[in-house]
């Protein structure tokens, strides 16, 4: 066999090698599948590492150079775009394990390494509403809760959520929505990544000339 058959060879294992281990640490995390190798990557087809493929690399692989997924690596925000990694891949508190359904909604999931892929607001297509509506599920909750909403027009839309003395603690949603019906998690969390304390807190939808608010008990 040729030196250059050879060397070619030998490229094709280590490319096949290097293939099938970012295709296994995709499995090892939340919704990997979602970005596959652009969840740690900063392209498909890997190359170097987003900011949370560093954070995995440097910090979260065992012996075996498998991701280790838990309530540390959760709790960071690799990318400091002001959401947890847990809460961008749907498991704000890092207890899912491999071999579990993907915890969340996939359309909230967003990317943790990715400053620019941020935590979104499910979008159901059920026909455009009559009314502005604001619920959310389970109520009492621990640690997380799902806010549904709906939009009768297209209006700059903020819901926010407060504590018992009306100080906001969390932001959810502030940006302009078409009319819709509309699905976010609140993970019991402040601005600063802080799991609140049990008590009632106050979800406020408000738009250009409506405002709605419910009131939701943590239980922990």
């Known amino acids: 066999m040729s030196k250059s058959v050879t060397v070619f060879l030998m490229i094709l294992v280590l490319l ?25 990557h900063t392209s498909s087809f890997g190359g170097a590492r987003n900011d949370f493929g560093k954070e995995v690399e440097t910090s979260f692989l065992d012996a075996n150079g498998d991701v280790i997924w838990g309530q540390a690596l959760a709790a960071l925000d690799s990318d400091q775009d002001t959401a947890s990694n847990g809460e961008e891949l749907g498991d704000p508190t890092g207890e899912w394990v491999q071999g579990q359904a993907n915890p969340g909604q996939a359309d ?9 892929s941020t935590v ?34 297209h209006t700059n839309v ?17 940006q302009k ?12 969390q ?6 609140m304390s049990s008590g009632v807190y106050l979800a406020r939808l408000q738009s250009e000339n409506i405002q709605k608010t419910i009131r939701m008990l943590l239980i922990k």
């Open 158 to 174: 903020t819901l926010t959520i407060y504590n018992s003395l009306g100080e906001p603690i969390r932001e959810l949603v502030n």
């Open 190 to 195: 402040n601005e600063t990544g802080e799991l």
């Open 120 to 153: 979104g607001v499910a979008f159901a297509a059920y026909g455009v509403p009559s009314s502005f509506t604001l619920q959310n599920y389970p109520n009492p909750f621990n640690p997380l809760t799902n806010i549904t909403f709906t939009i009768p027009s």
């Open 108 to 116: 909230l999931v967003s990317n943790p390494g990715d400053p620019n």
């Open 177 to 188: 929505l078409q009319p819709g019906h509309y699905e976010i998690a609140w993970d019991g």
């Open 16 to 40: 096949a090698a290097d293939t099938f281990a970012r295709q296994k640490r995709v499995a090892q995390v939340p919704n990997g599948n979602k970005f596959n190798c652009m969840t740690c």
